[in-house]
């Protein structure tokens, strides 16, 4: 069956072209994992994760933000209600208080002179029993004010003179609770206890626990602008931050006093005033949460999943000025922009463009929601979906399986073989027959059976061969360059190598057929070659409707090629993601080959030649 | 004497009436058989249907009584064959060519493939690429002898070749008939043949028309001159003689005439008594041979 002498003659015949084919095929492989293994590639996918990443935290970080100065505005808004609200009835109260606690006071007796210090304690105590009971808070405020003013009377002993002495006691008394005072801030505690119960029931509204951080954080959010008591002072320190004055409800006392509060309450002042305030805390108090060592460990466990490490994390630079910046300037800009949204609805509102006050109501609503939105867009949001499904797609996708399989060894590596195998195919029969120079080989008594095997073996052995070395050079390239987060190892790399062998031995033996039927070259170079290169072409195309691109570049209606290609069946995303697909597809190829050598060989017995 | 090639019955039909039809023809042990016709005639047809390369549509060739088609590996052992087209294999120089053919042959014994190099004057070291034709027909030459097969065939082996080459060759040919090899050598050239063959063939349209020795061409028993007359009077007295004439042509005072061997001393005798401006034989050949013969056949139809 083998002929010796044949098969010296191809390898002689054809060494030189599998050789030079070979060592590009090998030159262009090592070029390829080596280029794509080392960086370029994996820093276009690590930009591309970490472009994404930033800008979906930023964007989450403008709209909590956002939130966080909603929460403030409003907050303060309803602090004032609740305050104009408040204030009158406390005053009303203390006055009513303070009256009686005068006459009470008034009543305190004196020492008479022929009075025993014990019947003049005990007077003073049956006197102190009839002090008017203190009952609701703006009561009690102005008992402990009036107590705490007792208390701190200056002592004429802690004074050198008597003249010192005399201003601290015309201070002390200038100071003497008054219920304008004490109803004041009677009234900003009742109202901050309904402001804060008011948050935490929206927050239970919302689905959050009374204790849980969310509802922590609205409460803070509102708690930070207001700053009811100096223990909100200590997240400005921290930061060397400017403490904010307190809560100005001097102007809404004297507003209630002139009788117009409630207009004033929405005046363009006011309303200045609560947003710079709101402003400033909610950017701070952004700026301070996202510091936090806690949260910064829960941002980066969840971020890990887009392999986002503490280093990667620090790079980002949320530090606590660009934090507070960015949220500033969001506010900043959500408020200049709403500002103009609302002048223009108020416009259509005057020309009568809304029936009722409800749809200008939700015509309001609508427009913050959106320009919430839009200042806090995140990267994928902003882009269409089918796009950003994509970015997310090459964030997560095997890039180097991708070059190295889909790409090379499925295409651009089986070029070369395929010319090879093409060229060599015809060679070894057709040539051979169309120019007569298989005469010398039959009339010497060689049986053309022979001579189909010992050209066939030829044939197998050479691409064999070929694949031997890519797959040697494949493996010390795989060694040489150091690969994460990909699908490929050896034996992968192995069996990618034997899928392209048997792609081009199945196209062996499609071309070994028509080499074997045609007297001419060129017929046979045309069909066999011809499909061949269509098989490329078709998997070339192919490729951008396959599941292996991501899918904003992906064309599904090319995939169609993928159905008229026997490329198709060299399976590499089988082998990449280790399921066994593979086998049976590499079975067919193997199978086709076989079938066209066979075919060709029972051709070449039978047909008539030219020689 | 043995046949060694037997041509029966053979037809390959092309279809168009091209191909060949119905060819018989025997070749004899030590023969040398030249087989002539035109371009397309068929010969090249006949040859590979003799190797085995084509399958006959009826018919048969027989070498050595073995069928050619189904026999080829058997048989060509036997014969050293020398295609109508050189066209080598795809090595490098002529040694190259030579080494492996001789692997092919399992010929381990290379020396009378050397002599036949030297006789040739062939430089086997030559990258068979810039080969001359005549050194690829040596080449070939060398290739299909060296084994020293009982049977050559040559498909038109002199096409393309130089006078002084092409003498060179027939020398070589004629020298493997002496030793007594059998020889079947097509040829568009009726001279060719005729100068080296005992034997030819002639196949016209896929026909074999006829088969003629060439020495009963070369001594054939009546022979042609042509005589012309200075003077008209000499001209028409000659009519009168006992020869037969078989063409005039009176413009020219020239007469054709066609008589046997033995008459020719007789025929000077005579024409001493005429005052004749030039007479010449005219060879009856091959070529006038197979045109009559064609001629005839034609007529025949």
């Given at each position: 069956m083998f002929n010796k002498a044949l098969f010296k003659q191809s390898v002689k015949a054809n060494g030189w072209m599998w050789l030079i084919i070979t060592a590009a095929e090998c030159f262009m492989l090592s070029c390829v994992m080596i280029i794509s293994g080392s960086g370029n590639i994996g820093n276009v996918k690590n930009s591309v994760e970490s472009t994404v990443v930033q800008r979906e935290i930023d964007a989450s970080l403008e709209k909590r933000s956002l939130s966080y100065y909603d929460l403030a505005d409003t907050g303060l808004n309803e602090f004032d209600t609740y305050y104009l609200a408040q204030y009158p009835a406390d005053y009303q109260d203390a006055a009513t208080y303070q009256a009686a606690f005068e006459t009470w006071l008034a009543q305190k007796p004196t020492k008479a002179s022929e009075e025993s210090d014990e019947d003049y304690a005990k007077a003073i105590a049956t006197w102190k029993t009839t002090m008017p009971e203190a009952k609701t808070t703006p009561e009690q405020a102005y008992a402990l004010a009036f107590e705490s003013w007792e208390e701190s009377m200056p002592k004429q002993?802690?004074?050198?003179?008597a003249a010192a002495y005399r201003a601290a006691m015309q201070a002390w008394q200038n100071q003497k609770p008054s219920a304008a005072i004490t109803s004041a801030s009677s009234a900003f505690y009742t109202a901050t206890l309904e402001l804060k119960n008011a948050t935490i029931s929206q927050a239970e509204k919302e689905g959050y626990d009374e204790n849980s951080d969310e509802a922590k954080e609205m409460l803070g959010a509102v708690m930070y602008a207001l700053k009811p008591s100096n223990e909100f002072d200590e997240i400005y320190t921290s930061h060397d931050e400017a403490v904010p004055e307190d809560y100005d409800v001097t102007s809404l006392i004297s507003h209630i006093q002139s009788g117009d509060a409630t207009a004033y309450v929405s005046t363009t002042e006011r309303i200045s005033y609560r947003e710079k305030r709101g402003q400033f805390s909610s950017s701070v108090f952004l700026a301070d949460n996202m510091t936090k060592a806690t949260t910064v460990a829960k941002m980066l466990d969840t971020l890990s999943e887009y392999h986002v490490t503490e280093e990667k994390y620090e790079a980002f630079g949320y530090t606590y000025a660009s934090v507070k910046h960015t949220a500033y300037s969001t506010i900043v800009s959500y408020q200049a922009r709403y500002d103009y949204e609302k002048s223009e609805i108020d416009t259509q509102k005057s020309k009568g463009d809304y029936a009722d006050e409800a749809s200008y109501q939700k015509a309001l609503a609508d427009m913050k929601t959106n320009l919430t939105g839009d200042l806090s867009r995140s990267l994928l949001a902003s882009l269409p979906d089918e796009v950003s499904s994509a970015i997310e797609e090459v964030g997560k996708m095997d890039l180097y399986s991708l070059i190295?399989?889909?790409?090379?060894?499925?295409i651009a590596g089986l070029l070369l073989p395929f010319i090879y195998t093409i060229m060599a195919s015809n060679n070894l029969i057709a040539t051979q027959v169309d120019t007569g120079s298989m005469a010398y080989v039959l009339s010497t008594g060689t049986k053309r059976r022979d001579v189909t095997f010992t050209q066939g073996c030829f044939l197998t052995l050479s691409i064999l061969a070929m694949f031997t070395c890519t797959l040697i050079t494949s493996c010390i390239c795989f060694h040489a360059v150091n690969v994460t987060d990909t699908g490929l190892n050896y034996g992968r790399l192995c069996l990618i190598n034997l899928g392209a062998f048997l792609v081009v031995y199945a196209i062996s033996g499609l071309n070994f057929f028509t080499s074997c039927h045609f007297d001419r070259t060129k017929n046979s170079m045309a069909l066999g070659g011809g499909l061949s290169i269509f098989f490329l072409v078709a998997t070339i195309l192919g490729l951008f409707g396959?599941?292996?691109?991501?899918?904003?570049?992906?064309?599904?209606?090319?995939?169609?090629f993928n159905d008229v290609s026997i490329i198709t069946l060299f399976d590499v995303i089988s082998i990449t993601k280790g399921t066994s697909d593979y086998l049976w597809k590499d079975a067919i190829l193997l199978a086709i080959g076989i079938v066209g050598y066979v075919a060709g060989s029972l051709r070449f017995e039978k047909k008539d030649l030219p020689l | 004497m043995k046949t060694v090639i037997s041509i029966r019955h053979l037809t390959k039909d092309y279809g168009n009436a091209r191909g060949v039809f119905d060819e018989s023809l025997d070749i004899h042990e030590g023969e040398m058989m030249g087989f002539v016709g035109t371009n397309g005639s068929g010969k090249t047809t006949t040859i590979r249907c003799l190797m085995g390369f084509i399958k006959p549509t009826s018919g048969a060739v027989y070498v050595h009584g073995l069928?050619?088609?189904?026999n080829a590996p058997i048989i060509t052992k036997q014969i050293g064959y020398v295609p109508g087209e050189i066209a080598f294999p795809d090595l490098a120089t002529g040694n190259d060519f030579l080494r492996s053919q001789a692997e092919f042959l399992h010929l381990s014994d290379m020396s009378h493939a050397n002599e036949l190099v030297k006789r040739l004057q062939?430089?086997?070291?030559?990258?068979l690429k810039r080969m001359s034709k005549g050194m690829k027909q040596k080449t070939a030459i060398v290739a299909a002898l060296m084994a020293n097969p009982p049977i050559i065939v040559l498909d038109e082996p002199t096409t393309g070749l130089d006078p002084l080459m092409r003498q060179a060759f027939v020398d070589i040919i004629k020298e493997e008939h002496a030793k007594g090899k059998t020889i079947f050598m097509s040829s568009h050239m009726f001279e060719e043949v005729s100068d080296t063959c005992d034997r030819v063939s002639l196949i016209s349209d896929g026909h074999l028309i006829d088969s003629v020795n060439v020495a009963d061409i070369e001594n054939r028993p009546i022979q042609e001159f042509k005589i012309e007359f200075k003077k008209s009077e000499d001209y028409e007295r000659?009519?009168?003689?006992?020869y037969p004439i078989i063409r005039e042509q009176e413009q020219f005072q020239q007469v054709t005439i066609s008589i046997s061997r033995n008459e020719i001393s007789a025929l000077f005798e005579s024409l001493a008594t005429y005052d004749i401006r030039f007479i010449s034989e005219i060879r009856y050949t091959l070529s006038k041979h197979f045109q009559e013969v064609l001629k005839e056949r034609n007529n025949v139809q």
């Open positions: 002993d802690d004074f050198a003179d190295v399989g889909s790409v090379f060894y499925k396959s599941p292996v691109i991501p899918s904003v570049v992906r064309f599904e209606a090319l995939n169609n | 069928e050619s088609y189904k062939l430089d086997p070291r030559a990258g000659f009519h009168h003689e006992k």
